[in-house]
T-cell receptor, first 114, second 113 residues
Framework: DTEVTQTPKHLVMGMTNKKSLKCEQHMGHRAMYWYKQKAKKPPELMFVYSYEKLSINESVPSRFSPECPNSSLLNLHLHALQPEDSALYLC?????????????FGPGTRLTVL | KNQVEQSPQSLIILEGKNCTLQCNYTVSPFSNLRWYKQDTGRGPVSLTIMTFSENTKSNGRYTATLDADTKQSSLHITASQLSDSASYICVASIGGGADGLTFGKGTHLIIQP
């Protein structure tokens, strides 16, 4: 299996809702990432997990809460989001966190916050 | 400051024609350079990844070149197809941690029949 999968594909939520994005890979990768991408912009790194531990948090607001239950799964819990948080959320994985490792991206979750 | 500049911002060509996309980077220390294809609303898909010692790498109709001296890379698409319509993103890595990737803003390519 050489895929990164993400669910749901689309999500619409109100500012008071709590929702979660899910990401899964079965390539044996030990690093997993969350990116946020606005329209016509490059992806922006949010979080990096290495061996199931949070290694990088790019000063992301606390309304985004990542979780790595095991080496294959990565969640992003959302609470009290703002309309400006609407974006494509991408998950990626790689063998390790070193920059020489190729990152494999999932198809993304299109999030709309009303 | 690490930067990746891509040109052109957008490009329209006819199906069957060739095209070349450009990428200039200033990252230090340089580890590798990647080209990704991203369809609208989808995740990026890796096309090529090159280290400083590699000058060219092909993936089907896609051929990437790298000149580590001038810090330039290009992506050449041969015999374009409608399915090549996408954004092409150049990414330079400093080889350190996972936050060492610098993304370009991409070239938006449209193939017309």
């Amino acid at each position: 299996d050489t895929e990164v999968t993400q669910t749901p594909k689309h999500l619409v939520m109100g500012m008071t809702n709590k929702k979660s994005l899910k990401c899964e890979q079965h390539m044996g990768h030990r690093a997993m990432y969350w990116y946020k991408q606005k329209a016509k912009k490059p992806p922006e790194l949010m979080f990096v997990y290495s061996y199931e531990k949070l290694s990088i948090n790019e000063s992301v607001p606390s309304r985004f809460s990542p979780e790595c239950p095991n080496s294959s799964l990565l969640n992003l819990h959302l609470h009290a989001l703002q309309p400006e948080d609407s974006a494509l959320y991408l998950c990626a994985s790689s063998q390790g966190v070193e920059g020489s490792n190729e990152q494999f991206f999932g198809p993304g979750t299109r999030l709309t916050v009303l | 400051k690490n930067q990746v500049e891509q040109s052109p911002q957008s490009l329209i060509i006819l199906e069957g024609k060739n095209c070349t996309l450009q990428c200039n980077y200033t990252v230090s220390p340089f580890s590798n350079l990647r080209w990704y294809k991203q369809d609208t609303g989808r995740g990026p898909v890796s096309l090529t990844i090159m280290t400083f010692s590699e000058n060219t790498k092909s993936n089907g109709r896609y051929t990437a070149t790298l000149d580590a001296d001038t810090k330039q890379s290009s992506l050449h698409i041969t015999a374009s197809q409608l399915s090549d319509s996408a954004s092409y993103i150049c990414v330079a890595s400093i080889g350190g941690g996972a936050d060492g990737l610098t993304f370009g803003k991409g070239t938006h390519l449209i193939i017309q029949p």
